[in-house]
């Protein structure tokens, strides 16, 4: 191989990592996204309906 062709096969190499790496970030993000849209939803239902409701449904909810 030449010096060129070598260059280029460990480029390539280090970029299949770094795409790896992005991959396995998205996967991780989007989970933690979601977790985060969640409780979103949730704070504005309480906002919504006001602190007396939440307060009742975390009782229910947590069985208090």
């Known amino acids: 191989m030449s010096d060129d062709a070598t ?3 460990v480029h390539e190499a280090v970029c299949a990592e770094r795409y790896a790496a ?4 998205f996967v991780t993000g ?3 996204m979601t977790r985060i849209e969640y409780l979103l939803y ?7 309906f ?6 009742e449904f975390t009782k229910k909810l947590l069985g208090l």
């Open 30 to 32: 989007d989970k933690r």
């Open 42 to 48: 949730i704070m504005i239902v309480c906002v919504l």
């Open 7 to 9: 260059k280029i096969a």
């Open 22 to 25: 992005i991959e396995k970030s």
């Open 50 to 55: 006001g602190p007396g409701v939440a307060g």
